[in-house]
């Protein structure tokens, strides 16, 4: 038995929570002040944070993806094919670091959202407690979040771009998923899980859940299907589906250029970066995590065979391509 310590509002957790579903692994949930001493027991303290069978503790939620993939053979999301598999582990790194940033955006930028969700995720920590506390440690808590928009990049001024990256991958989705629920035939791979934890987000904050009402009614319910797919059955396709390769296109025209210039800043000592896709500008801070990220995809891609590399290219398209063969 396994246990996942996380929360409702982490899209993390809730990726990992819907892996664990459909993979059919035995697990407990833990939330609340449960996590806290978790989070105690590992290097970097963020959820979510699983507990093996033997007591052990581990986080991040990609390496744990794969660690179960190692310990447990039934119902695997790492795509058999190696060059469709790339496809999948980019697509998943595309979700966690870079759709990431409409979920922190669109929950921390208008008060309708700060204010909803800091009094939701201070709730769901304290488990009771009573409102009036509950709500003076939101305060505090919703003070801190909005502190941090500028660092990770989610500001006014870089949100026209990261909205419209978002409403691309969701109009992907919704022109699809009404024909095919899943990218790489009838079963899920870890790149539908990475997209779902994020875009299980903006389907509880007030704003975003509201537009995807709007325009993306399809894309939205089909968040509730990925949360668990436990009785789910099917089988690998033996190409992708053209939603994968449009995100990936998607991908490709903001991801790639945001990594390359994180790298280049990070490469050059600089504190700063910016670049331009679909039509917008955007800067922030540079990151030493996203520099790890690049070069895990350069070495996947590397890894592969000569002939998958080269349907791998056809794949991801040519920006990524330029990105991932350079020395």
């Known amino acids: 038995m396994y246990t996942l310590y996380g929360a409702l509002a982490s899209p993390y957790s809730m990726k990992v929570r819907a892996v664990l ?14 996590v806290a001493e978790a989070l105690k027991q590992v290097r970097a303290p963020v959820i979510p944070v699983l507990e093996f ?17 190692a310990r447990h053979g039934d119902r695997s999301i790492v795509p058999p094919d190696p060059a469709i598999a790339f496809l999948a582990c980019l697509l998943e790194d595309f979700a966690d670091e870079w759709l ?20 939701w995720l201070v ?71 990475g997209i779902f934890g994020q875009l299980s987000q903006l389907g509880t904050d007030p704003t975003p859940q509201a537009m995807m009402r709007a325009d993306y009614p399809y894309a939205y319910r ?19 589906n053209d939603c994968a390769l449009e995100l990936a296109r998607i991908a490709g025209e903001v991801y790639a250029p945001f990594l390359a210039a994180n790298a280049a800043a990070f490469e050059s000592g600089a504190k700063e970066f910016g670049f ?33 590399r080269e349907r791998a290219k056809g794949m991801i398209g040519s920006r990524w391509s330029a990105l991932l063969s350079k020395d």
């Open 21 to 34: 579903r459909y993979r059919r692994i035995p697990f407990v949930w833990k939330d609340g002040a449960a």
């Open 53 to 69: 069978p033997d007591g052990s503790l581990a986080n991040d939620s990609t390496p744990l993806i794969h660690e179960l993939e």
């Open 100 to 119: 990431t940033k409409p979920m922190f955006g669109y929950r921390w930028l208008e008060e309708v959202d700060q204010v909803q969700m800091s009094r």
């Open 123 to 193: 709730f769901d920590w304290l488990h009771g407690g009573g409102l009036a506390h509950s709500q003076a440690e939101a305060e505090a808590f919703r003070a801190r979040q909005v502190g941090r928009m500028a660092m990770v990049g989610c500001t006014r001024e870089n949100f026209p771009l990261i909205e419209a990256s978002a409403r691309a991958v969701l109009d992907a989705l919704e022109r699809h998923v009404p024909d095919s629920f899943f990218l790489f035939g009838s079963r899920p791979s870890l790149a539908e899980f």
């Open 222 to 240: 089909w968040l509730a299907h990925i949360d668990d797919l436990s009785g789910h059955e099917g089988e690998w396709s033996s190409e992708p």
């Open 276 to 308: 331009e896709a679909m039509g917008h500008g955007y800067s922030q801070a540079t990151f030493k995590y996203q520099v790890k990220c690049l070069a895990d995809l350069h070495a996947r891609f590397a890894a592969l065979g000569e002939s998958d």
